[in-house]
């Protein structure tokens, strides 16, 4: 598996960051719509699950597990490209996993050196920011060009933010921008 380091910058004001980016030079890679569905193994292992994600062009299977949710290198990942979205999740079932929930975001990414800087906005929360490097000192370096409130600094990942930070449980079976069912 490997280690991902990265941090999250809650409610960004995106077209901000967005004009920052293109000042430094950042290289715009795309904007996105994505679908995943999220399962868990058998029998379920705490902070550990399967991810099957795609943004139209990409598709990939991933199995992520929080080590900290305190730290930026916190999560493992390990994560290969498929094919076909519907086919794997079928493969999926077929192999006795059922999807625990489908979810969507709208996505922005830019590239900063070896940096990726993904703009995310979900159902019912704000937009923020989510950077990716390959050291927390890279992020620190490269956040140096930006005004935000330091306050919102976050390593907690998408679940943790939904229900530690606007309290909203995440117990949805569809989490969508039209519906959102428990």
Do not use: C
Not at 15 to 25: N, V
Not at 43 to 67: C, D, F, S, V, Y
């Amino acid at each position: 598996m490997n280690q991902e380091t990265e941090i999250r910058i809650l409610e960004i004001q995106k077209e901000e960051w967005i004009t920052k980016l293109e000042e430094l030079g950042a290289i715009f890679e795309g904007d996105w719509f994505q679908k995943r569905k999220v399962y868990d193994f058998h029998p379920a292992i705490e902070n550990k699950w399967i991810r099957l994600r795609t943004n139209g062009k990409t598709t990939t299977l991933a199995i992520k597990e929080i080590i900290n949710e305190n730290v930026a290198s916190g999560i493992n990942e390990l994560e290969i490209e498929v094919s076909d979205f519907e086919k794997t999740a079928q493969i999926l079932e077929q192999l006795g996993y059922h999807y625990r929930s489908l979810e969507e975001n709208k996505r922005i990414r830019y590239r900063y050196n070896n940096i990726e800087i993904d703009i995310d906005t979900w159902p019912l929360i704000p937009t923020y920011v989510e950077i990716e490097a390959p050291t927390e000192k890279e992020i620190k370096e490269f956040l140096k060009n930006f005004t935000f409130d330091k306050g919102k600094i976050t390593t907690l990942n998408v679940q943790s933010i939904y229900e530690k930070v606007y309290q909203i449980p995440f117990n949805f079976k569809v989490l969508t921008f039209e519906r959102q069912i428990k």
